[in-house]
């Protein structure tokens, strides 16, 4: 006899959603329809927010005082089960705003029920987002500031260590080790800047705009505001639930900071080159190779240049997200958190690992002070003293320096040891004062102009860095 086909079972997850749907979805669709698997990070956010918001609920005589009680003390035993490791998740109830309602109504029965008066799950996202967002900004700014001090530690110790300054990657001009470190400390020092000021615009609380038009209860907007840190409620319902500009903000923040974690990272895999041999960094932040015995690779630097793709994919791809999409909430906004989270976990990672690389980096002055020289890098300091001691036009000094320098290269030796013969059958009025600008320590002292390279120059940036970190 054959078995009569089962009947479908209302799942958990519909028994939610208050029965539209008379059988679950299939597995394909709770697959791409969950959550859960990336959004339970903000488990702490959704708690937070769901006892400050029962609180107001309390307040405003929207919930009695039992209720709120009974809900407090579930949300705190939900919040210790997911700290202990000991919660259970499911991907059937699809999020965390789900999981933690399942749960509390387990643990307290139909009280549990109230809690979700007067909020949608679209605030309740647009907040939990907020909230760990803005953490995250404030930690970016502390590491950011912990890599400032380390690079003001070592430039301090170099102010005066002579290196050359590249531009096309040919050698230029000479500067200090010290000044080339500070320019590092510039850059993330407008990073951290740029945190603390998206800090200041994000900080408005979205909850109680409901699923996109308020609510006519009489809910405390400012009291739940107040009570979560921020500076006030968002002023507009559609805006509250539908922007994501914040989370767009920290990637581009977080985009061009690694990117200047990048360019640090790449000049360091140039430095440990035997071809530079600038600085040494030691086993610590290299590795060997499987096949060469001689080889100590910069891999921690290189992947930090490389992680920084990650970072920008990140941006670009939650600005792909919400190109399109009109007023207000769409589910597509679900995507959001991968980008954010993978871009907050590879910033965190690359900056600590930059700070123990500069932290344990050993420059070699001679390394640096002998590639100073090469390639007549003290040209300009001749051109100037022609121009300050002779009275001659610029653009005629830089012609007769290029005249000199050819003599130089004729002759296969540097500016300072050109001897003054040669010198004054270019320019019969040149003396012996001229070599005083010609040695490349000569050339770093005289950049004494604010922001050069002169090692007292070099000494004043980071007093005043110093003075701010």
Request: charged residues 25%.
């Amino acid at each position: 006899m054959a078995k009569e086909p089962s009947k479908p079972q209302k799942s958990k997850a519909n028994l939610m959603w208050g029965g539209r749907f008379s059988a679950s979805p299939d597995a394909l669709m709770e697959a791409i329809n969950e959550s859960i698997s990336v959004d339970q990070r903000l488990a702490a956010e959704d708690i937070r927010g769901s006892l400050v918001h029962s609180d107001m609920l309390a307040a405003t005589g929207i919930i009695n005082a039992e209720d709120r009680d009974a809900i407090h003390e579930g949300l705190k035993a939900v919040r210790a089960e997911i700290e202990s490791g000991g919660f259970a998740f499911s991907r059937a109830l699809e999020d965390i705003h789900m999981n933690v309602e399942a749960r509390l109504a387990e643990l307290i029965g139909p009280r549990a029920g109230r809690l979700h008066t007067a909020r949608s799950r679209n605030d309740q996202v647009a907040l939990d987002v907020r909230l760990w967002v803005r953490a995250a900004h404030e930690r970016l700014a502390l590491q950011i500031t912990g890599l400032m001090k380390a690079l003001v530690d070592q430039a301090a110790r170099h102010a005066a260590t002579v290196m050359p300054g590249f531009t096309h990657l040919q050698s230029a001009q000479p500067v200090t080790f010290g000044h080339h470190l500070m320019a590092y400390v510039e850059m993330l020092g407008r990073d951290r800047s740029r945190a603390r000021d998206s800090l200041a615009r994000l900080n408005e609380c979205p909850l109680g705009a409901g699923a996109l038009a308020g609510t006519s209860f009489p809910i405390d907007r400012h009291a739940t505001a107040k009570a979560l840190g921020f500076d006030g409620p968002t002023r507009n319902s559609l805006d509250s639930v539908s922007d994501r500009d914040f989370a767009l903000e920290f990637l581009a923040i977080a985009a061009i900071c690694a990117t200047h974690l990048s360019r640090l990272a790449e000049e360091i895999v140039l430095w440990v080159t035997p071809q530079f041999g600038f600085v040494r960094l030691s086993d610590r932040w290299t590795t060997g190779s499987s096949i060469m015995p001689q080889k100590r690779n910069p891999d921690a630097a290189e992947l930090v240049r490389g992680k920084t793709g990650r970072v920008i994919g990140a941006l670009v791809g939650l600005l792909t997200l919400m190109k399109g999409l009109p007023l207000t909430y769409a589910k597509d906004m679900q995507e959001d958190k991968q980008q954010i989270f993978d871009a907050a976990d590879t910033m965190e990672l690359s900056l600590a690992a930059m700070t123990g690389m500069i932290t344990d980096l050993t420059a070699v002055p001679e390394r640096m002070a002998a590639a100073a020289g090469v390639g007549f890098a003290t040209a300009t300091d001749l051109a100037d003293w022609l121009v300050r001691s002779l009275g001659i036009p610029f653009r005629d000094a830089h012609h007769l320096t290029g005249r000199l320098v050819a003599e130089a290269e004729r002759r296969k030796c540097g500016l300072e040891d050109l001897p003054l013969e040669a010198m004054r059958s270019v320019e019969p009025r040149i003396t012996k004062a001229v070599y005083d600008v010609l040695g490349v320590e000569n050339s770093v002292r005289s950049r004494v102009s604010f922001g050069g390279t002169a090692p007292e120059r070099v000494a004043e940036q980071v007093a005043w860095w110093r003075a701010r970190l």
